[in-house]
């Protein structure tokens, strides 16, 4: 077999000095110099979800208020939204409700602005082209991570239905993302979940499967938990073939003033068990000093607490407190009687 197709490893000098194993960028998700896979339905905010990781990195902020990230520069090229759509939610992610108004701090724009590079596409491309293939080495070169939404836009005539033509697209971008290097997202639409055998392993439950899961070393799928019901809430999971499987994770979607914000579901429940504890009003600031994350997050978990009638807001001298409603202390009583009254029963069949 000619040398080139099946070169001999230095194993005398990778033994004595072992190359660096690729590394996840978030949370043990997205590994660099390799090709990832974002798959869910429509309607899972994949995108979304993409747009909040690229401004974590390019801000050098904590994704999601929860994964650490280095500041990089990052790539979106997208196929689906026109630029002022990605431009609303940009805004969305990273700005502030300042008194019923979305306001974005002056330093956040300009590291958007010099970190993010974003194209939309005009037609659909194929990533066998080679003039294609020197437009991704352009743009992407130097980039944290690069985005491609999604992959429909990418692969020409190609079915993906097939996984040798899938294979025969994306081989290229996977050798491009080990050459660079960065981590090389694709985003695509999966189909419905599959009966059979494989029924319930969403990781199996790509287009072209094969192909997609033997480039790849890294997959997350994202999956709407609760549809039709507010505040949206969306389930991730995953897996790579670098260590531990990455975690599995829950957010809900929480908008303010169209203003964006990450909330994971125990969250709401801490911020609603602190006003319940203190018995008595208790203001913004002083809910705030029990919590760590971000003050926007959690103002916009108590709006949405106060939306739902769970809490509600009372004027203590200059300030707004909070309390429970008499929804939740009568829900909580109806429980605490339900228990006792189970309780009961248990100690009486003894």
Known sequence: MAEFLCPRLD????????????????GGHFIERNLNIVSGQPGSYKTIFML?????????????????????RVVFLTGDDPTEVVIDRLLMLNAEDVDGKRVLDPAVKRKLAANIDVRALNQVVTL???????????????????????LRHFIGEADENKAHEIYAQLAPLRQLAE???????????????????????????????????????AQLIIERLNHGIDPPRIGVVGENRY????????????????????????????VLGV????????????????????????????????????????????AVAWTITTRIDTAIAAVQKHSTRAQRKRTESL
């Open 275 to 318: 006003i319940k504890m203190a018995g008595k009003p208790i203001t913004t600031a002083e809910i705030l000093t029990n919590f760590g994350d971000p003050p926007s997050t959690i103002r916009a978990i108590i709006y949405r607490l106060r939306d739902r009638g769970l809490i509600q807001a009372d004027k203590v001298g200059s």
């Open 128 to 150: 066998r082209n080679r003039d294609v293939m020197k437009f991704m080495i352009d743009v992407t070169g130097g980039s944290t991570m690069t985005v491609l939404d999604p």
């Open 52 to 72: 909040e990781i690229l401004s974590a990195i390019a801000l050098g902020r904590p994704a999601f208020g929860l994964y650490p990230v280095e500041e990089g």
């Open 179 to 217: 050459d660079l290097p960065c981590a090389m997202v694709v985003i695509h639409h999966s189909k419905k979940e599959s009966g059979g055998a494989s029924a319930g392993n969403k990781l199996n439950d790509y287009r072209g499967s094969g192909a997609l899961r033997g480039l790849s070393r």
């Open 11 to 26: 194993l005398a000098r990778d033994l004595a000095s072992p190359p660096a194993v690729p590394r996840p960028i978030i």
């Open 243 to 270: 260590g531990k499987e990455p975690p599995a994770l829950q957010l809900e979607i929480h908008m303010i003033n169209n203003v964006l914000r990450w909330v994971q579901p125990e969250m709401a429940e801490a």
